[in-house]
Nanobody
Framework: VQLQASGGGLVQAGGSLRLSCAAS????????LGWYRQAPGKQRELVAE???????TYGDSVKGRFTISRDNAKNTVYLQMNNLKPEDTAVYYC?????????????WGQGTLVTVSS
């Protein structure tokens, strides 16, 4: 399983970006997908997650500004980021959790850098 994240870049505060993460492999529609981020000197944190059934979870700092979605036909998960703030600056990683015979297998993408200038 491979995950390829894209869409990061430099944006001014108040702007928007859309991240994409394309996944290889099968059974994509059964898996939980997520976006995490890690700022310099900080731990990796949950940004947003979406289950196979479409249930979403968001980190408190991004609620109301970010939206996670998935396109199972394209094996892709998206993160629409609006009203970006300088504190959103981080490397963003996509994550895929698949379950097989009662065990969870977690895969990470390579990360894409988002820089928000003030």
């Amino acid at each position: 399983v491979q995950l390829q994240a894209s869409g990061g870049g430099l944006v001014q505060a108040g702007g928007s970006l859309r991240l994409s993460c394309a996944a290889s492999g099968t059974n994509f529609n059964r898996d939980t997908l997520g976006w995490y981020r890690q700022a310099p000197g900080k731990q990796r944190e949950l940004v947003a997650e979406i289950t196979s059934g479409g249930t979403t979870t968001y980190g408190d700092s991004v609620k109301g500004r970010f939206t996670i979605s998935r396109d199972n036909a394209k094996n892709t998960v998206y993160l629409q980021m609006n009203n970006l703030k300088p504190e959103d600056t981080a490397v963003y990683y996509c994550r895929r959790d698949e379950w097989f015979l009662g065990r969870r297998y977690t895969y990470w993408g390579q990360g894409t850098l988002v820089t928000v200038s003030s």
